[in-house]
């Protein structure tokens, strides 16, 4: 059974960063790729960010990309760095994970088996 528990979320003013974590309880966590996604209320879920299983490709959505950095250690953590946040921002950050053989990191939910229940980052003034 997969585990994932996001934290580090929070209220940040705009322009600030935030650096959320994604500690998975797995046998072998290079295994799996790590992706990154964000619902806000009303909207859709969408892709933020990937990490592949050994970290060599690092897929961004257009909305963050120059902005938020991806990053994972071998044992059991990958990392959403976010920086010059802003509203749009706003929004529960889910961490999920996969170990199915693929070329690169799904940017679609449907790529994931593996959920965490979310940390909310709120960005206001």
């Not at 050994?54 to 071998?74: E, I, K, L, Q």
Request: hydrophobic share 35%; aromatic share 12%; glycine share 10%.
């Amino acid at each position: 059974q997969v585990q994932l528990v996001e934290s580090g979320g929070g209220l940040v003013r705009p322009g600030g960063s935030l650096k959320l974590s994604c500690a998975a309880s797995v046998r072998t966590f290079t295994i799996y790729d790590i992706a990154w996604f964000r619902q806000a209320p009303g909207k859709e879920r969408e892709f933020v960010a990937a990490i592949s299983r050994t970290g060599g490709a690092t897929p961004f959505a257009d909305s963050v990309n120059g902005r938020f950095g991806v990053s994972r250690d071998y044992y059991s953590t990958a990392y959403l760095e976010m920086h010059s946040l802003n509203a749009e921002d706003t929004a529960n950050y889910y961490c999920a994970a996969d170990d199915r053989a693929v070329q690169s990191p799904s940017p679609v939910a449907a790529g994931y088996t593996y959920w965490g229940q979310g940390t909310q980052v709120t960005v206001s003034s």
